[in-house]
């Protein structure tokens, strides 16, 4: 069976909260791996550091990427993430409060599935993550997981 976690890279406290309290009020029950950093989320998706044990092959149902992190970008991970054939089809959402056009350019350039700017309002921002929970996890059919496919298997 495929992999439900949703990861969430965000390094706000604040941000953080306000984004599982949308996820918990909009009905969405996938445990929500969190990772604080471009670092942490790599280690996570590629089981490594503290993830080791890990099955990296069980990729998470989306990745919900901010993009201004510390020690690694939001761009670098997403670039990491595309980059590689064990995460290249996973799905990712940035979900960042950036508006800089270059930011949103280069995030589909690498391959971003989705670019949300975060509202500032509570209610706006519960809309917002209550469709993408919406879409993403019950709408959106997503490609095998790796650990499902016979060896040699591809996703196409």
Known sequence: MPNEEILLVEDNPDDEELTLRALRKSGITEPVIVARDGPEALAYLFG???????????TPRVVLLDLKLPKLSGLDVLRA???????RLVPVVVLTSSIEEHDL???FSLGAN??????VEFDEFLEVIKALGKYWLRVNERPPSRANRPEGGSAA
């Not at 490594?48 to 069980?58: D, E, F, H």
């Open 81 to 87: 993430i595309r980059g590689d054939s064990r995460t």
């Open 48 to 58: 490594a550091g503290a993830w080791v044990k890990r099955n990296p092959l069980q």
């Open 105 to 107: 350019s280069e995030a």
């Open 114 to 119: 989705s670019y949300v700017r975060k509202p």
